[in-house]
């Protein structure tokens, strides 16, 4: 991507006559071997890293989310399974008090 940004950069500069150091390859070869340009693949180069980076975090900031909410769900199913199985023993426990009085 950076070297089809330089080229394009090049080439429009090339056809409207603005850049001199692009009409020759030795010109060329040595803009491309320059600082400027070495800082500036640098520099797109560091951005894409960050990029990278951000969507890698972001990917598994949300793949934990996913698992949280997974086991979160899980435990509250079986929370209210264990309330249910409590009301039916205790309704089971009233009823045998029932029996055993009358």
């Known amino acids: ?22 009409k020759s390859i030795e010109g060329f070869k040595k803009f491309w071997t320059s600082s400027y340009s070495k800082k500036a693949l640098t520099r797109i180069n560091n951005n894409i890293q960050l990029l990278i980076n951000l969507l890698v975090t972001l990917t598994v ?7 949280i909410q997974l086991v979160t769900n899980e435990l509250d199913s079986k929370k209210y399974e264990l309330i249910a199985l409590y009301t039916y023993k205790r309704e089971l426990l009233y009823k045998s ?4 009085e009358y």
């Open 97 to 100: 008090y029932l029996q055993e």
């Open 61 to 67: 900031i949300i793949i934990i989310a996913v698992v």
């Open 1 to 22: 991507m950076t070297m089809l940004v330089l080229s394009t950069n090049a080439n429009t500069s090339v056809l409207s006559n603005k850049a001199s150091h692009y």
